[in-house]
């Protein structure tokens, strides 16, 4: 099976340049999931249908649902990025 590869990626982002879109309410678009992948420190992610919270780390990647309303925290130092695929990426 072929590895699924995203179609799109934001660039690095940290503490300081987090876009503020990123940090209040938000959501993919119809058909787009979206991975949080932390690539220094930690991030949380809060989603709020149906609502849930948890803390990214490298070793644990966030996944957002097509049209699935979440936001990011900055809890401290970190790196971060998203990729956005077509069809489910896990």
């Known amino acids: 099976m ?3 590869t995203p179609f799109r990626s934001t660039p690095i982002f940290d503490q300081d340049t987090l876009p503020a ?11 787009v999931w979206g991975v949080i992948r932390v690539l220094e420190g930690e991030l949380r992610l809060t989603i709020l249908d149906p609502v849930s919270e948890g803390v990214l780390t490298p070793d644990k990647p966030g996944l957002v649902l097509p049209k ?10 970190m790196k971060m990025q998203v990729d956005f695929y077509d069809q489910p990426p896990f």
């Open 68 to 77: 699935q309303p979440h936001f990011v925290t900055a809890t401290g130092s």
């Open 21 to 31: 879109a990123l940090r209040r309410r938000h959501d993919t678009k119809a058909g």
């Open 2 to 4: 072929a590895a699924i």
